[in-house]
C-alpha cells in the first residue's frame, strides 16, 4: 500500500475529504519526523514506538574490492511494534 492509497482508505472510513486526511497524515508523519530527530520517543500505545537508536562505528570491506574501509558510527531510527499491533497480525 502506497501514501495514496493509505489516504483513501482513511478517508473513507472517517467519511472526510482526502485533501484534509493528506494534511493530517503530513503533519503527523512530520512531527514523529522532527521528534525522533531531536531525540525524542515516540509511544503511540497500542501501535509501537519510534525511537532513535545508535549504530556504532565498524570496519567493513568494499564489495567490489575487498578493501578494507570504516564505516562511521551513525544514529539511525528503531521502531518498536506493540503488544496490540504483534497480536492483530500473528491473528491473520
Excluded: H, W, Y
Amino acid at each position: 500500500m502506497n501514501k495514496q492509497e493509505l489516504i483513501d482508505l482513511v478517508s473513507e472510513e472517517v467519511e472526510t475529504s482526502r485533501s484534509s486526511v493528506n494534511k493530517v497524515l503530513d503533519a503527523v508523519l512530520q512531527t514523529i519526523k522532527n521528534a525522533v530527530a531531536e531525540g525524542d520517543s515516540i509511544q503511540l500505545i497500542g501501535f509501537g514506538a519510534f525511537s532513535v537508536g545508535e549504530r556504532a562505528a565498524r570496519s567493513g570491506r568494499n564489495p567490489k574490492t575487498g578493501e578494507p574501509l570504516e564505516i562511521a558510527a551513525a544514529r539511525t531510527v528503531k521502531f518498536t511494534a506493540g503488544k496490540a499491533f504483534k497480536d492483530a497480525i500473528n491473528a491473520k
